[in-house]
């Protein structure tokens, strides 16, 4: 057990939709991190979060915003939503955010939650 | 930009026999260098690391070494178990950065 939690663990929704998907990061843990995997693009980066400020972005669409709230958790709200954006959604948390001369702070992942956009 | 590319899977072997899942990266300076595992229904875990040129990761009998000069992570293991199977990522983070670029993954299955 990593000690992240995501919920919901599946979803089913309709094209045109909005969804939050929801994250409690590791205990004592200030970073989180949200990663989309589909089949055909793999693992891809979304976002990062530390201590409620946006800290790094990856290929997160417009569509698709988070944010992170005092008490840590974070929430991915994905709107407009379409069929190709059915996948396996996780997030993962750090103690550090990282930064230049930092030592790594390994991440540790959530189950994810499965999205399934019909 | 960075990128990871993995040896194409799936991956069947026996059990016992030996394991190297290939790994090789493009990045600019000098990054650390990863391999996660993901179990049936879990999230990913990290199963050993690198941070520098020559350094060896090894973790559960597996062990990987940083190679600058030919810019490779394989994974080996000398003899693999069927609770080994699940699917493999490679990974890289840039120095200073903790956001990960992963490769495609390999589905590896070991038959009793």
């Known amino acids: 057990d990593s000690g992240v939690t995501q919920t919901p663990k599946h979803l089913i929704t309709a094209t045109g939709q909005r969804v939050t998907l929801r994250c409690s990061p590791r205990s004592g843990d200030l970073s989180v991190y949200w990663y989309q995997q589909s089949l055909d693009q793999g693992l891809q980066f979304l976002i990062q979060y530390y201590n409620g400020e946006e800290r790094a972005k990856g290929n997160i669409l417009e569509r698709f915003s988070a944010q992170q709230f005092p008490d840590l958790h974070s929430e991915l709200n994905l709107s407009s939503l379409e069929l190709g954006d059915s996948a396996l959604y996780f997030c993962?948390?750090?103690?550090?955010?990282?930064?230049?001369?930092?030592?790594?702070?390994?991440?540790?992942f959530g189950n994810g939650t499965r999205l399934t956009v019909t | 930009g960075n990128s990871v590319t993995q040896m194409e899977g799936p991956v069947t072997l026996s059990e016992e026999a030996f394991l190297t899942i290939n790994c090789t990266y493009t990045?600019?300076?000098?990054?650390?260098l990863f391999w996660y595992v993901q179990y049936p229904g879990e999230g990913l875990q990290l199963l050993l690391k690198?941070?520098?040129?020559?350094d060896k990761g090894s973790n559960k009998g597996f062990e990987a070494t940083y190679r600058k000069e030919t810019t490779s992570f394989h994974l080996e293991k000398g003899s693999v178990q069927v609770s080994d199977s699940a699917v493999y990522f490679c990974?890289?983070?840039?120095?200073?950065?903790?956001?990960?670029?992963f490769g495609q993954g390999t589905r590896l299955t070991i038959n009793p």
């Open positions: 990974a890289l983070s840039e120095k200073g950065a903790q956001k990960l670029v």
């Open positions: 993962a948390s750090s103690l550090t955010p990282g930064g230049q001369g930092a030592s790594y702070s390994p991440l540790h």
């Open positions: 690198a941070t520098k040129a020559d």
């Open positions: 990045a600019t300076g000098y990054p650390s």
